[in-house]
């Protein structure tokens, strides 16, 4: 090919090389005019921006048609050379001015745009982390507690799945005792079953801490009963127990009344009913006169003034000597009441399932 010729041909390319980027780079030109008027939107000029990226690369790189281009430059005959090489470069920059400013204007736009979206008002009101608290029965079990616990006495506990022993036996029950019937509870395949009574512990503390020992055990009970507004085939119970040696029925009375006053208030009264239970002897149940009414009668004691709160006595000696203690020196009394009924009562709840069906709207109302 004569040189001139050649020379003709190269300008050529490099002109149409010049037009199919003007033509290819057309859209980014468009899109970009339109970004302070929001016609892009952030994720669209971030694409917009990776794809200049290609583009620039493509145009520009070392492998693009205008590197080649300008490895011929050498090739033209000296006279041209300075012409043509003006040429390429005139068009290089050009198109990498182009395409920094559309960059910049780019750039700019989505750091603009990524401020905005990541922008927080200090000013405005937080959201508040919403507050746990204690469940009812757990606020009424702590109430019970620390007044014990003021009065010396230790808190335990001890398993919910037991043996007959531990449930019935030990306590004075044995086989076929018509005071099994209405504790029947639930029982598994291998001699076990759910505690009916936290009496069980008892039995399990005396073994343990030997006496005098003075305690309560609340905790949970389980019984074959059907649910109704005051039935739940688990509950809770607080059981009491204080062996030393002396300790009479005064004692008992005494702790039982101080522990109703302070429960309930100064003036609360308190009285004893004889009953029977198989691990006490003599047996009683405990009233203390309704904290609503203060023992005039109310819908709440059902217009007697008092309210039936639990069971109580001195410690049946066979149950002392269940556990290796000579019921000739030492004495003893138990109680025992259901913390839910309690729990019922104070908060206004007529039905005492509402305390398992974990509810927030129901127990958020008793903080
Ligand atoms: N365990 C009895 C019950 O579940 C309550 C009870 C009564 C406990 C008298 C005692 C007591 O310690 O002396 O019905």
Redesign the pocket.
């Known amino acids: 090919m004569p040189q001139g010729v050649q020379n003709e041909e190269l300008k050529l390319q490099a002109e149409q090389i010049h037009k199919a980027f003007e033509q290819e780079f057309e859209r980014f030109v468009r899109l970009t005019s339109t970004l302070t008027t929001g016609g892009v939107s952030l994720s669209e000029a971030e694409g917009l921006f990776v794809e200049l990226d290609e583009f620039e690369k493509r145009v520009t790189g070392k492998k693009s048609e205008l590197s080649a281009l300008k490895k011929m430059v050498g090739r033209i005959a000296a006279e041209d050379r300075a012409a043509f090489g003006q040429l390429i470069q005139s068009i290089e920059s050009n198109i990498r001015t182009k395409l920094s400013d559309t960059r910049q204007a780019l750039e700019a736009f989505i750091e603009a745009a990524r401020t905005e979206r990541d922008r927080i008002d200090v000013t405005l009101p937080g959201t508040r982390p919403k507050e746990g608290h204690l469940h009812p029965l757990t606020l009424v079990r702590q109430k019970i507690e620390n007044i014990f616990v003021s009065l010396g006495y230790i808190i335990e506990g001890d398993r919910e799945i037991e043996t007959d022993f531990y449930n019935f036996d030990a306590l004075n029950i044995p086989a076929a005792h018509p005071a099994r019937d209405p ?1 029947d509870t639930f029982y598994t395949t291998d001699g076990l079953a759910l505690r ?4 069980t512990v ?1 039995i399990h503390a005396m073994e343990r801490r030997g006496v005098p020992i003075r305690m309560i055990a609340p905790g949970r ?1 389980f019984r074959r009963d059907t649910p109704d507004a005051t039935h739940n085939p688990m509950f809770f ?1 607080v ?2 127990l204080c062996v030393d040696r002396g300790i009479t029925m005064a004692h008992l009375k005494g702790t039982v009344g101080e522990f109703l006053r302070q429960m309930y208030g100064p003036g609360t009264k308190t009285r004893f009913r004889p009953s029977y ?1 198989p ?2 002897e003599p ?1 009683a149940e405990f009233d203390f006169t309704c904290f609503k009414c203060d023992g005039i009668g109310c819908a709440l004691c059902k217009g007697t003034g008092w309210i039936e709160l ?4 001195m410690v049946h000696p066979n149950v002392l000597r269940t556990v290796n203690i000579d019921p000739e020196e030492f004495t003893g009394f ?3 009441f259901g913390i839910d009924r309690m729990c019922a009562m104070m908060f206004g709840l007529d039905d005492i399932r509402l305390l398992f069906e974990n509810d927030i709207r129901f127990l958020e109302q008793f903080r």
Not at 310 to 313: L, R
């Open positions: 504790q009916s009574q936290t009496s008892q009970v119970q059981e009491g239970f691990f006490t047996s639990g069971g109580c006595g138990a109680f025992g």
